[in-house]
T-cell receptor, first 114, second 113 residues
């Protein structure tokens, strides 16, 4: 089975801190994605990557950046955490963008910014 | 502007009856549709999908119907079971956009025993 692993299940950070959320997939997938899930808003795409060292903005990139130095790892960075970034963060991967195989998601990181 | 809409935030159904979850979309370029199921504190898991060249796809208790002219799809669960209680997300993609998934807001399904 494809596995997408997010390093933390729960995080509590202070306003203004720099926060790193890590995601690793073990099936050599080309594509990786970061979403946040908020009640009533569903899953909103923050950033995605179709290849190593490649990144593209999603629908809500403000306040975030990403890094993909290796194919299996995609990191989400909150440059200066704010309370409105309190959310459930979900990482996903898919084999290729050429054909739709759907995504495999990690278990999520519940981030609280105080 | 939400391209994928799930207008019912929640649905409550008796065990053994049919659950029908609805989804509407606005972008006619979408050519592939998926349903994901999510339990609390877990990531979404793939449930069932349908290509735009079909109008129905069935997998066990789950059937997805697609009405392209109405830009509407629905997920039917028969019979509903308490373990089906979860949040259900509708998602759509287009080859034109690199098959990136666009999700709806989700519907909370509660199946009462």
């Amino acid at each position: 089975d494809v596995k997408v692993t997010q390093s933390s299940r729960y995080l509590v950070k202070r306003t203004g801190e720099k926060v790193f959320l890590e995601c690793v997939q073990d099936m050599d997938h080309e594509n990786m994605f970061w979403y946040r899930q908020d009640p009533g808003l569903g899953l909103r795409l923050i950033y995605f990557s179709y290849d190593v060292k490649m990144k593209e903005k999603g629908d809500i990139p403000e306040g975030y950046s990403v890094s993909r130095e290796k194919k299996e790892r995609f990191s989400l960075i909150l440059e200066s955490a704010s309370t409105n970034q309190t959310s459930m963060y979900l990482c996903a991967s898919s084999p290729t963008r050429a054909v739709n195989y759907g995504y495999t998601f990690g278990s999520g990181t519940r981030l609280t910014v105080v | 502007d939400q391209q994928v809409k799930q207008n019912s935030p929640s649905l409550s159904v008796q065990e053994g009856r049919i659950s029908i979850l609805n989804c509407d979309y606005t972008n006619s370029m979408f050519d592939y549709f998926l349903w994901y199921k999510k339990y609390p504190a877990e990531g979404p898991t793939f449930l069932i999908s349908i290509s735009s060249i079909k109008d129905k796809n069935e997998d066990g208790r789950f059937t997805v119907f697609l009405n392209k002219s109405a830009k509407h799809l629905s997920l039917h669960i028969v019979p509903s079971q308490p373990g089906d209680s979860a949040v259900y997300f509708c998602a759509a993609s287009a080859a034109e956009y690199g098959n990136k998934l666009v999700f709806g807001a989700g519907t909370i399904l509660r199946v009462k025993s």
